[in-house]
């Protein structure tokens, strides 16, 4: 088991994320997450879904190939530092990675099931870290962290923008 207050080493900008989460195993965390996020989105149309709630703003598509983008990433970090990896990993600009990641070309169905696969996978490597592992510390965009501090980043991030579709796409829009 695997709690918030556990957390080891992380750079302060992801202490919102990590500040989300509940006081329960964040391994239930992550695996409740693809169904929490299947059934919010459940009645959203393709067309809604390539809408921001404001503009200049992410579409739900965009949000949701970001959320896979994010999750691949922390669980290659995780991966790279509980292996004892010594260079730092690098930084990554989400806002560059949505303009070329081309999400709203894809259905809907198709990216919530590829996060879904993601963290399947992303599951399967966290749980099977031992405790040395879960300690190991790395660098990521040249700041401290540890692989365990990773996996409640990757559960935190997810919550975050669960409650922003949630709070500001669901509660304004669109579902038809």
Not at 70 to 75: K, N, V
Not at 147 to 171: P, S, V
Request: glycine residues 4%; aromatic residues 10%.
């Amino acid at each position: 088991m695997l709690t918030k207050n556990q957390t080891g080493t992380y750079p302060a900008y992801f202490e919102n994320y990590v500040a989300q989460l509940p006081d329960t195993d964040v391994f239930e965390v992550l695996a409740q997450q693809p169904q929490q996020l299947r059934a919010l989105l459940h009645q959203v149309t393709e067309e809604n879904a390539e809408k921001g709630y404001a503009p200049g703003k992410w579409s739900i598509k965009e949000v949701l190939g970001h959320l896979t983008d994010s999750d691949r990433i922390f669980a290659y970090r995780c991966l790279c530092i509980s292996r004892h990896e010594t260079q730092s990993l690098p930084g990554f600009d989400e806002n560059t990675y949505v303009q070329y990641g081309d999400f709203n070309r894809r259905s809907l169905n198709d990216l919530i099931s590829e996060f879904e696969l993601a963290r399947q996978s992303h599951l399967a490597l966290f749980s099977s870290l031992n405790q040395e592992m879960l300690d190991q510390i790395g660098l990521a965009n040249n700041k401290s962290v540890t692989a365990k501090a990773l996996i409640l980043i990757t559960a935190g991030h997810t919550l975050h923008h669960l409650n922003i579709l949630k709070d500001r796409y669901l509660n304004h829009l669109w579902t038809a």
